[in-house]
């Protein structure tokens, strides 16, 4: 497959809150994309860094990729890991993804969610929010299920709901260590935990309540997900577990492929060895070549999805701010390797 040159950038907006979040994106320098890949992080991650592999593979097979980093997460202003409601992060997203979406450039692109952990319950609430307006999703080891051996009793979550709004932002959830659990290779390890971009400390309470949340509510209503969707997971994953995947499988998408991987972690993308990260690469690259052949079947709604009755666009409220040192959006060119 012939590598594409791309074009990384990076900017940063404003939400509904007022609250500045770091931006970038990666864009094949010469050619049209193929279709527009929307990144959802995962709890703690950033994506300029930590992402940013995804990011250049993408681009280098034709894709032009975004990503935000979360508030309170990577370069984004805000508590650090601090998630006060996960709709925040949900309507964040919805709010800058589709304000690109609707842009005139990229109006006749279609348009694919890319969730990893927590992300993938990002990118289903994304499906779930504007079901008509996204062609597919990438889910990669997704939070989309609490597994039965580490769900709290029904007792202690009632506990902590009583106090999560006296000490919302205490650090007082006990966890086990995230990055020796989901990385494989020891010197991405090492890198990895080296980002100081990357939240390592232990989880807020209303943080951990909120994700808790989410997954339950989630997968009380996975038979509601229609979106054509791709689930990656490794079989020795101790993160997010196997059979939590397998909960997709009864969703009411006619186009859904599971795949599991014998002897993957959790970090599929960033912590395996080069030959199983260019494996799992090449399936997603794949799955996206095969639903991108036909332009005009993945973009058919996305008029009447973006405007409202006036005919403007509804979706273009993220404002573009300059870059911290006031040198406005940052423009790298990048060739593939």
């Given at each position: 497959m012939t590598k594409l040159k791309f074009d990384y950038e990076e900017e940063y907006i404003r939400n509904s809150r007022g609250v500045e979040l770091f931006a970038c994106r990666w864009v094949p320098s010469s050619s049209s994309p193929r279709a527009l890949i929307f990144l959802?992080?995962?709890?703690?991650?950033?994506?300029?860094?930590?992402?940013?592999?995804?990011?250049?593979?993408?681009?280098?097979?034709?894709?032009?990729?975004?990503?935000?980093?979360?508030?309170?997460?990577?370069?984004s202003k805000?508590?650090?890991?601090?998630?006060?409601?996960?709709?925040?992060?949900?309507?964040?997203?919805?709010?800058y993804y589709t304000s690109i979406s609707v842009q005139e450039k990229y109006r006749g692109k279609g348009r694919f969610l890319y969730g990893e952990s927590m992300g993938g319950a990002v990118a289903l609430l994304l499906h779930k929010k504007d079901p008509s307006f996204w062609n597919g999703a990438l889910l990669v080891a997704p939070m989309c299920k609490i597994s039965e051996k580490v769900k709290p009793h029904p007792v202690v979550?009632?506990?902590?709901?009583?106090?999560?709004?006296?000490?919302?932002?205490?650090?007082?959830?006990?966890?086990?260590?995230?990055?020796?659990?989901?990385?494989?290779?020891?010197v991405k390890r090492e890198e990895i935990r080296n980002n100081k971009l990357i939240y390592q400390d232990k989880p807020r309470l209303k943080t951990a309540l909120e994700m808790l949340r989410t997954s339950m509510?989630?997968?009380?209503?996975?038979?509601?997900?229609?979106?054509?969707f791709f689930v990656l997971h490794g079989e020795a994953d101790t993160v997010t577990v196997p059979e939590i995947s397998k909960a997709l499988d009864p969703t009411n998408t006619r186009d859904k492929t599971i795949?599991?991987?014998?002897?993957?972690?959790?970090?599929?993308?960033?912590?395996?060895?080069?030959?199983?990260?260019?494996?799992?690469?090449?399936?997603?690259?794949?799955?996206?070549?095969?639903?991108?052949?036909?332009a005009t079947s993945l973009?058919?709604?996305?008029?009447?999805?973006?405007?409202?009755?006036?005919?403007?666009?509804?979706?273009?409220?993220?404002?573009?701010?300059?870059?911290?040192?006031?040198?406005?959006?940052?423009?790298?060119?990048?060739?593939?390797?």
């Open positions: 959802c992080h995962g709890y703690g991650m950033e994506c300029s860094g930590f992402m940013s592999e995804c990011g250049i593979r993408l681009a280098s097979a034709g894709y032009a990729v975004f990503g935000m980093d979360y508030e309170g997460h990577g370069r805000g508590a650090r890991c601090y998630i006060k409601k996960f709709s925040d992060i949900v309507n964040d997203c919805y709010d979550i009632n506990l902590l709901t009583r106090v999560e709004e006296i000490i919302p932002k205490w650090k007082i959830v006990p966890t086990k260590d995230v990055i020796d659990a989901a990385f494989k290779d020891p509510n989630l997968e009380d209503t996975l038979h509601e997900i229609t979106l054509p795949k599991l991987y014998p002897g993957m972690w959790h970090g599929l993308t960033s912590g395996e060895p080069d030959a199983n990260v260019d494996l799992v690469f090449a399936d997603i690259i794949n799955w996206l070549d095969v639903r991108t052949g036909d973009t058919a709604n996305v008029e009447k999805v973006a405007c409202n009755v006036q005919g403007e666009p509804k979706r273009e409220q993220a404002s573009l701010l300059g870059g911290l040192n006031g040198g406005g959006r940052r423009l790298v060119h990048r060739s593939s390797m």
